[in-house]
């Protein structure tokens, strides 16, 4: 068979003030017709799982184009239409195909739109309004129902940290194939519950309250009826209407056996709620702690997430190492291209002032002043060992090592997601061999610093807090757990032919 295959992805966050440019997503992956699969081929990325199941089915793949901007607050609204237009213009002048596989994130916000995918969709299906089209999502996709009315099937990542992308890819292309020879007849439904959730307690492996939620869509999805169950316990940082943690089944034949299935999952979601929320210590407590434990302690500021769309150049967590623990030796991770810019310009070997930090969200106050040493200058890229990017080259950008005080600092021009310990190891910062590590994400460092005397989630500012009910939100629906924890909460309904609401 022959499918159209392409990738557009971005999570937003309406609570970050950095705008996504073009340059964001070229820094990680953006390719165009005949260069698509060879840059994918052989990644974790969806259009790389793919690439191998259509290779070991004999498929044919026509590229459209592949991107993913990584995260932050809005893409900009020239870029955005820019690439909606690159995809339709493409799905356009396609030959005959059997189907369409699209690989979206579902939490892409614009400037001018908080439903990007759903209207990128619609215009998909206007252009193809027979071609089976067949999506998968990050497992922080807002799921609207446009997005749902304008595809054949909906999956998503099955696992966070997000080490599955390659299968979900695959799993999509399969049951795009299966749709276009007719052996699935879908029946696509969905079930929201009105709550959103902190990220540290996402874990869908081991033994947390994700992994319980994920184990019931498992068993659900052995059940006759139901092909594909997706639970999206969504991007929680996007003040739009009817957000919430969606359960997204494609049944087969029956549309009863996957409705009951959404529900369970989307009922079991709702009464685990409290189990999600997180407790966060203040940074000068977390770091008291740390000085007395023996060994490796990572500090979580999981507020500035460049992977939750945070600017990640936050300067909090190094302040407070500076005035609480002044001897002690660690590394932290900035994006502040006018330090590295400064202590490249000084050369290794020189000590400057510089203000490092802090200029890309007004919300975390002025840089901070510093003497420091500079120790090298690097190209800032490196390669993601695993997870959604694992594979992928990424682009730091001229970047520099600093030395304030006991703390190596690296500073990249560009802001990095953030997996493991790749950024720091390619500078030569060997995070382990000093007390302290802080990170920037909420799930990622669970994993990659499993080993850690310590992991300490701190209390501090930036639009991907895990205290939701703090945000200013405006727009979204309520009531909506954890904003409201006392109101009557309804779950809702979609099927391709009616929507409704039933109570929680
Ligand atoms: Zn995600």
């Known amino acids: 068979m022959r499918f159209a295959v392409g990738a557009l992805l971005f999570e937003g966050n309406t609570f970050s003030p950095v705008v996504a440019t073009r340059a964001d997503f070229a820094s990680k992956y953006l390719a165009f017709d005949a260069d698509v699969l060879p840059a994918l081929r052989g990644t974790n990325t969806e259009v790389g799982g793919a690439i191998a199941e259509a290779a070991a089915a004999g498929d044919e793949l026509l590229p459209l184009m592949a991107t993913h901007g990584g995260a932050g607050g809005r893409v900009d609204a020239g870029v955005a239409s820019g690439f909606a237009g690159d995809m339709l213009a493409r799905i356009r002048a396609l030959p005959e195909v059997d189907g369409i596989y699209l690989a979206l994130h579902g939490a892409f916000v614009s400037q001018d739109s908080v439903d990007f995918e759903g209207e990128l969709l619609a215009a998909v299906r206007a252009l193809r309004p027979r071609t089976p089209i067949v999506v998968s999502c990050d497992l922080h996709a807002h799921v609207t129902w446009p997005m749902l009315a304008n595809c054949d099937a909906l999956t998503g990542y099955r696992h966070y940290p997000h080490d599955d992308t390659h299968e979900t890819g695959r799993r999509a292309l399969a049951m795009l194939r299966d749709i276009a020879a007719g052996r699935l007849a879908t029946r696509l439904v969905a079930c929201r519950a009105p709550m959103i959730i902190p990220a540290q307690r996402q874990r869908t492996r081991g033994d947390g309250p994700m992994a319980g939620i994920r184990a019931i869509a498992d068993r ?180 520099a090592v600093l030395r304030v005080g006991a703390v190596e600092v690296l500073a ?80 809702s309904f979609w099927t391709r032919t009616r929507t409704w609401t039933r109570e929680a």
């Not at 994400?441 to 005397?453: H, I, K, L, T, V």
């Open 220 to 399: 659900l999805m052995a059940e006759a009826g139901v092909r594909d169950l997706a639970h999206f316990c969504v991007q929680p940082w996007i003040d739009a209407p009817a957000l919430g943690f969606a359960a997204v089944a494609t049944g087969h034949g029956d549309e009863g056996a996957a409705l009951r299935a959404a529900e369970e999952v989307a009922r079991a979601m709702w009464e685990r709620r409290e189990e999600f929320l997180v407790e966060t210590t203040p940074p000068a407590e977390a770091i008291a702690r740390g000085l007395a434990t023996p060994g490796f302690v990572v500090l979580a500021d999981a507020s500035d997430c460049v992977g939750g769309g945070a600017s990640g150049d936050s300067a909090t967590a190094l302040a407070a190492l500076l005035r609480h623990a002044p001897g002690a030796t660690a590394s932290i991770h900035l994006a502040d291209d006018v330090a590295a810019a400064a202590a490249r310009a000084a050369g290794p070997g020189a000590r400057i002032r510089v203000g490092l930090g802090n200029r890309r969200d007004p919300a975390y106050g002025a840089p901070l002043e510093v003497e420091a040493e500079v120790l090298r200058a690097t190209d800032g890229a490196f390669t993601y060992s695993g997870g959604l990017m694992g594979g992928v080259r990424a682009e730091g950008g001229p970047s």
């Open 412 to 491: 990249t021009s560009n802001a990095c997601y953030e997996y493991a310990d790749e950024a720091f190891a390619a500078a030569g910062i060997d995070v382990r061999a000093k007390k302290f590590l802080v990170v920037k994400n909420p799930m990622n460092y669970q994993q990659a610093f499993a080993d850690a005397a310590l992991r300490v989630v701190m209390d501090t500012p930036g639009p991907t807090t895990p205290n939701l009910a703090a945000l200013p939100w405006r727009d979204v629906g309520r009531p909506l757990f954890p904003i409201d924890r006392d109101a009557a909460p309804r779950l």
